[in-house]
């Protein structure tokens, strides 16, 4: 009993912030990743993650990013990392021209895991973006910094737990992140609030190096005069060494 109450809890967070919020516009897309994370020494180590995003009803491939960072583990719970992002973001003129913008990221974050139950560990992690935003292709004069702070909860929940390690068996995966303008935000959305990203998936834990899942993210944007919920098909694979 005591279990499905936290676990109540755990969704009805996840799923409040966009729930409250009155969305003018609604898009459908898919999204494709894959996060790895390497320990190289008792401190050391270093993750990476590779996604494709597309645009509205899978259109055209919207966004490539790449995103490596070095990590020191305080503890076994507790890492660091210092990263680097590299985000294309492409896009489609009214005459069905293809438009081109990059972005470059430094980023800092620090992540804390705990056991919420026996079987149930949640993670949260902490990351402050300095973003880079190039040119667009149409206005040469659109280059700008801002920086961004993002908070992710995310709990992986196992369907039959065997033992207090969990290495193998399906899942379910449930995550919200909310993001937030720190500065120059009257060049990226005029708000403080940027967009909140909701997710539950069912997956599968082959090893306890490889894990695979498919689920549904909503992801609820806030521009300067409108919002935007994209729903997300997203498909993910982590793997760890």
Same mark, same amino acid.
């Given at each position: 009993?005591?279990?499905?109450?936290?676990?109540?809890?755990?969704?009805?967070?996840?799923?409040?912030?966009?729930?409250?919020?009155?969305?003018?516009?609604?898009?459908?897309?898919?999204?494709?990743?894959i996060?790895?994370?390497?320990?190289?020494?008792?401190?050391?180590?270093?993750?990476?993650?590779?996604?494709?995003?597309?645009?509205?009803?899978?259109?055209?491939?919207?966004?490539?990013?790449?995103?490596?960072?070095?990590n020191?583990?305080?503890?076994?719970?507790?890492?660091?990392?210092?990263?680097?992002?590299?985000?294309?973001?492409?896009?489609? %003129?009214?005459?069905?021209?293809? %438009?081109?913008?990059?972005?470059?990221?430094?980023?800092?974050?620090?992540?804390?895991?705990?056991?919420?139950? #026996?079987?149930?560990?949640?993670?949260?992690?902490?990351?402050?973006e300095?973003?880079?935003?190039?040119?667009?292709?149409?206005?040469?004069?659109?280059?700008?910094?801002?920086?961004?702070?993002?908070?992710?909860?995310?709990?992986?929940?196992?369907?039959?737990?065997?033992?207090?390690?969990?290495?193998?068996?399906?899942?379910?995966?449930?995550?919200?992140?909310?993001?937030?303008?720190?500065?120059? $935000?009257?060049?990226?959305?005029?708000?403080?609030?940027?967009?909140?990203?909701?997710?539950?998936?069912?997956?599968?834990?082959?090893? $306890?190096?490889?894990?695979?899942?498919?689920?549904?993210?909503?992801?609820?944007? #806030?521009?300067?005069?409108?919002?935007?919920?994209?729903?997300?098909?997203?498909?993910?694979?982590y793997?760890?060494?």
């Amino acid at each position: 009993m005591q279990l499905k109450k936290q676990l109540l809890i755990f969704v009805v967070l996840l799923l409040a912030a966009p729930a409250r919020l009155l969305a003018q516009d609604n898009q459908f897309s898919g999204w494709a990743a894959i996060f790895h994370s390497h320990k190289l020494s008792e401190h050391w180590g270093y993750s990476f993650d590779g996604q494709l995003r597309s645009h509205d009803e899978v259109s055209y491939l919207k966004h490539i990013l790449l995103r490596p960072s070095a990590n020191y583990y305080f503890a076994k719970n507790k890492v660091g990392a210092l990263g680097y992002a590299y985000i294309a973001t492409y896009g489609r %003129t009214p005459s069905n021209e293809t %438009t081109f913008r990059p972005e470059h990221r430094i980023w800092q974050q620090y992540t804390y895991t705990h056991k919420l139950t #026996k079987h149930v560990q949640l993670a949260h992690r902490l990351r402050l973006e300095q973003r880079f935003l190039g040119n667009t292709a149409d206005n040469k004069n659109d280059r700008y910094f801002a920086q961004r702070f993002r908070y992710f909860a995310r709990a992986v929940i196992p369907m039959k737990p065997d033992s207090d390690v969990f290495t193998e068996g399906t899942f379910l995966a449930l995550q919200n992140e909310a993001f937030v303008n720190v500065q120059n $935000k009257n060049k990226v959305n005029k708000h403080f609030f940027d967009q909140n990203r909701a997710y539950v998936a069912v997956g599968y834990r082959f090893s $306890k190096a490889f894990d695979a899942e498919a689920g549904y993210l909503n992801q609820y944007i #806030k521009q300067a005069d409108a919002y935007v919920v994209n729903h997300v098909a997203q498909l993910a694979f982590y793997t760890r060494f």
